[in-house]
């Protein structure tokens, strides 16, 4: 038989920061003194802060050895669903590393920094073109950022108008990030049930819309993977009512140069750099959510934008209607060089081709797998599809216990319990960058897992047991909160 | 293309499987009237070789160090950063990982930002503080809404001598709420006019900056004192978060929640993103407090460990009630900053907050013997504000093509000082750096 791709190996035990150390060391090259010591008013002066003592083989054997606690794209196989794990660049990084960018003063004068104002007014334009919108803002941080600011700009539109609405329609499929982006804006969410496809009935949404709904808040392709195909009658439906469409496009790598937004009804948009354009999640960020928005909303844009004159770029403020700033600056410079480098190494068809390989790889395992795990929505899926523990519940074996297996087996486990609608939910989301021997690896490795939910069950209830640490104490980490050491 | 692993044979292999026949065939449930018809219209593919020409061109434009001086913070700090900490936040196993949904195989970063809160908490003098947020402007502009959420009052007052970026991301934010924003004025020695707020009632929070955007330390123990006088949380913002290794912290004058930029803590300034927005504050407000937390626990066998916790506050959990929408926030960004604490330790960070301080001093000297203006009396950090002669803008520009930034004009912010610089100094700058900044002003 084959060997498993998970294995034990040698992983050191490592105390926390201030745990290890001594007195006197440093990790850092003190800058030279060349200015003599003036006096301070001694009673704004405060304790040293107690930061621990280390030299710098200290720091570096101390995050090595954390770093290899973790799980990465680099690792392996990251099917988490809705995240879109793709492969990260290395030159991306390289690039976000070049002194001229990593070491720019947002304040430099424009004449001083047309590079970097150049990369984002040009980024903004592919992004335009990508989604078939007419203006695009890179402020926002991440997809919950750009989310607030795209329902802000909906909020900015009506009042231009000087309409006041006060609920906003959200599927049953969307992201908590939904409704909590809206209710900050001060909309009610209300939500939409979608149909036995899994998908948004024109009826269900026609129910629901009515003259104090704002708008609808949309994840297309949605996520249960699906392509909402009644999209342009739905917002047919919610323009009839004065209301707009808003367009969650956390899941646009499956339909890259294949679907245009921009000619389906939607108003405004965001995107997840760090999903779709393969910028690193980082552990948990930065990420960056630009959004995009048709000609109707470009004034209610942020500010400041980005303009040129004849080959030169500046900073705009210029815009009356803006729903103001949402960034310190101009948001995360550096996770847009990355952006940026990735559709330049893609170019036009090569993007194209990556959601094609996306949803084909989804496809892929969906067929290759609804014979061991349930399959709620058996119909053909764009990136990423949902399976379910049913079949495995009669064994008393739930998600929980098949994805712990699989991270034994040497995987990273799928989104587990997302979306709501299915209950038990597996959503798996390949993308583009694994291969078919990879694919092949995981399905087989999956298979083995449904077997042993019945042969063995003990195998998964115990499950991991190869990593650095084996099931946590969630319930006690949350009832007795210890936050800090 | 090198990111993509699929040979034809493959394609074909897996179409089978699906039951289709081609790539087009996959889309069948996206209507024909969704279809883009013409090609995406974006530049042809470079290869790495043609690319790092570009992107080198497109970075040879931009004014860094050492070539050029900038002699301006704002919101935006140089500082040197270790090769040490820019390689361990160079490896893949932090980079390329996702938020730490499952901890069993996360806990390199889930530790990490254990330390991370820990470092923060112990700099800012606080109780906790959260896995981070965006920057330093939208964590105050969070700080302020769980104030409101706390207190049920819908009425903020915030110093005028906030960062102006982070002033309109705060209205930006409490806009739509139709929150109401007071804004305190302030005095001539460069302070937030704390007496504004007499008359002032119904407040949630009263938020003031120090350093201020003037670079002036301000009165903490004052703003705590005011706010506890009206039932309001007090709120400390900053931008140079480099300065609580010599001041005394916001925790020790009870400030209620601390928050702002952690840039100057080893993250690259990057044209201001991305950085780190640093949140923190009293216990008792943690299950009002929005972001991530990491909290210490123990496995199945006992051993020590960590997971995501208090989740309940969180829109994936509570969605339309959660503390906030954040999802994604800074994460590697945190872990730098708690790469560079732990380099820089507790012997490093007070030499070098110092330094900061000694090198603003003597700049600070150097234009008041050669007859300059500086404009408020107050004590600096490492930022401080000058005033010019009125046909200063010349010298400016001519020092822009010395390769000098002679600080930062305030005029498009604070109308009513013409001619006023925002100068800053740090660690990166030299005696003779400062000296011929001097010279060159004089001149």
């Given at each position: 038989m084959k060997e498993k791709l998970g294995t034990t190996g040698l992983v050191m035990n490592e105390p926390l920061l201030w745990e290890r150390g001594g007195n006197g060391r440093c990790g850092f090259s003190i800058p030279r003194r060349d200015v003599e010591s003036f006096p301070i008013n001694e009673d704004l002066v405060g304790p040293v802060p107690d930061f621990p003592e280390l030299s710098e083989v200290d720091v570096v054997r101390h995050y090595t050895r954390l770093s290899q606690w973790n799980y990465g794209v680099d690792t392996g196989m990251y099917p988490l669903g809705s995240c879109t794990m793709k492969y990260n660049p290395k030159v991306n990084e390289k690039y976000a590393n070049l002194p001229g960018f990593a070491g720019a003063h947002p304040f430099l004068p424009p004449s001083m920094a047309q590079g970097t104002l150049k990369l984002m007014y040009d980024l903004e334009h592919f992004l335009s073109e990508i989604t078939g919108m007419?203006?695009?803002?890179?402020?926002?941080?991440?997809?919950?950022?750009?989310?607030?600011?795209?329902?802000?700009?909906?909020?900015?539109?009506?009042?231009?108008?000087?309409?006041?609405?006060?609920?906003?329609?959200?599927?049953?499929?969307?992201?908590?990030?939904?409704p909590a982006s809206v209710s900050l804006c001060g909309f009610h969410p209300v939500p939409v049930k979608s149909n036995e496809d899994g998908i948004l009935g024109p009826e269900a949404v026609a129910e629901v819309m009515d003259e104090d709904v704002a708008g609808i808040l949309v994840t297309n392709p949605n996520t249960l993977g699906f392509f909402e195909e009644n999209i342009r009658e739905i917002s047919e439906i919610v323009h009839g009512k004065g209301g707009l469409v808003y367009c969650d496009g956390a899941n646009m790598n499956a339909v890259m140069g294949i679907v245009e937004m921009g000619k389906i009804g939607v108003d405004v948009m965001h995107l997840n750099l760090h999903k779709t354009f393969s910028t690193p999640h980082g552990g948990g960020g930065p990420g960056a959510g630009p959004v995009c928005v048709k000609k109707g909303l470009e004034p209610f844009l942020p500010v400041p934008r980005v303009v040129q004159e004849e080959g030169t770029y500046r900073l705009s403020y210029d815009y009356p209607g803006s729903i103001g700033r949402v960034h310190s600056f101009y948001g995360n410079f550096g996770v847009m060089i990355k952006a940026y480098s990735y559709i330049l190494s893609m170019g036009p068809d090569n993007l194209k081709k990556a959601s094609q390989l996306a949803v084909l790889n989804a496809n892929y395992i969906k067929e290759s797998l609804k014979a061991a795990f349930n399959l709620p929505y058996d119909r053909p899926c764009m990136h990423e599809c949902v399976f379910s523990d049913k079949q495995q519940n009669v064994h008393k074996i739930t998600t929980l216990d098949v994805a712990k297996r699989l991270i034994d087996c040497g995987f990273h486990p799928p989104t587990i319990y997302?979306?709501?609608?299915?209950?038990?939910?597996?959503?798996?989301?390949?993308?583009?960058?694994?291969?078919?021997?990879?694919?092949?690896?995981?399905?087989?490795?999956?298979?083995?897992?449904?077997?042993?939910?019945?042969?063995?069950?003990d195998l998964l209830h115990e499950a991991p047991k190869n990593a650095k640490v084996r099931r946590l104490d969630e319930v006690t980490a949350a009832r007795q909160p210890c936050l800090m050491g | 293309m090198r990111y993509l692993p699929h040979t034809d044979d493959d394609i074909s292999a897996m179409l089978k499987v699906v039951g289709v026949g081609s790539l087009e065939e996959l889309f069948s449930t996206v209507p024909e009237d969704c279809r883009k018809k013409e090609p995406l219209d974006l530049p042809d593919p470079l290869t790495e070789w043609e690319l790092n020409q570009h992107m080198a061109s497109l970075a040879a434009t931009m004014a860094t160090m050492p070539e050029y001086k900038v002699f301006v913070g704002a919101g935006s700090y140089e500082h040197f950063v270790p090769s040490s900490v820019l390689s361990l936040l160079g490896r893949s196993e932090f980079v390329t990982s996702y938020t730490p949904y499952q901890p069993e195989v996360s806990q390199g970063t889930l530790q990490g930002i254990f330390e991370y809160q820990t470092l923060i908490c112990r700099l800012?003098?606080?109780?906790?503080?959260?896995?981070?947020?965006?920057?330093?402007?939208?964590?105050?502009?969070?700080?302020?809404?769980?104030?409101?959420?706390?207190?049920?009052?819908?009425?903020?007052?915030?110093?005028?001598?906030?960062?102006?970026?982070?002033?309109?991301?705060?209205?930006?934010?409490?806009?739509?709420?139709?929150?109401e924003v007071l804004e305190l004025p302030y005095l001539k020695d460069g302070k937030t006019d704390l007496s504004a707020l007499d008359g002032m009632t119904e407040l949630a929070a009263i938020a003031i900056q120090s350093p201020n955007f003037f670079g002036c330390i301000e009165d903490l123990a004052a703003l705590r004192k005011k706010a506890s006088e009206r039932e309001a949380m007090s709120i400390a913002s900053f931008t140079e978060a480099l300065a609580y290794g010599l001041l005394k912290n916001p925790g020790s004058y009870g400030v209620d929640i601390v928050c702002g930029e952690g840039q100057s803590l080893g993250i690259p300034q990057s044209f201001g993103g991305p950085s780190l927005g640093i949140f923190a504050s009293k216990m008792n407000y943690i299950r009002s407090m929005p972001g991530r937390l990491v909290g210490k626990t123990a496995d199945k066998d006992g051993k020590r460990g960590f997971v995501l916790t208090l989740a309940t506050r969180e829109q994936h959990i509570r969605r339309e009630r959660a503390t906030s929408n954040i999802c994604t926030n800074q994460g590697l960004c945190a872990m730098g900053a708690a790469i560079y604490m732990a380099s820089v330790g507790k012997n490093g960070l007070r030499e070098l907050a110092k330094l900061n301080y000694d090198k603003a001093q003597y700049l600070k000297r150097r234009l008041e013997e050669a007859a300059f203006k500086i404009r408020f009396v107050s004590p600096t950090f490492n930022e401080f504000v000058v005033e010019f002669p009125s046909n200063f803008e010349q010298t400016y520009n001519r020092l822009l093509d010395q390769k000098i930034v002679a600080g930062l004009p305030l005029a498009s912010y604070y109308p009513e000082l013409t001619n006023c610089y925002l100068l800053g100094v740090t660690e990166t700058k030299t005696k003779e750096d400062m000296d011929i900044l001097v010279r060159g002003i004089e001149s």
């Open positions: 007419d203006a695009t803002t890179l402020q926002p941080a991440a997809g919950a950022q750009g989310e607030l600011t795209g329902t802000m700009l909906i909020y900015a539109f009506l009042r231009s108008k000087g309409i006041h609405r006060s609920k906003f329609l959200i599927p049953d499929t969307a992201h908590g990030t939904n997302f979306p709501l609608v299915v209950a038990g939910a597996m959503m798996v989301e390949p993308t583009e960058s694994e291969s078919k021997e990879t694919l092949d690896e995981f399905i087989e490795t999956c298979k083995a897992i449904a077997n042993e939910a019945e042969e063995d069950p | 800012l003098g606080m109780e906790v503080a959260n896995a981070s947020m965006y920057d330093g402007a939208s964590a105050l502009a969070e700080a302020l809404l769980m104030a409101t959420r706390i207190s049920k009052k819908k009425k903020v007052a915030i110093s005028r001598l906030i960062h102006p970026h982070y002033r309109e991301v705060v209205k930006t934010y409490l806009w739509p709420k139709e929150y």
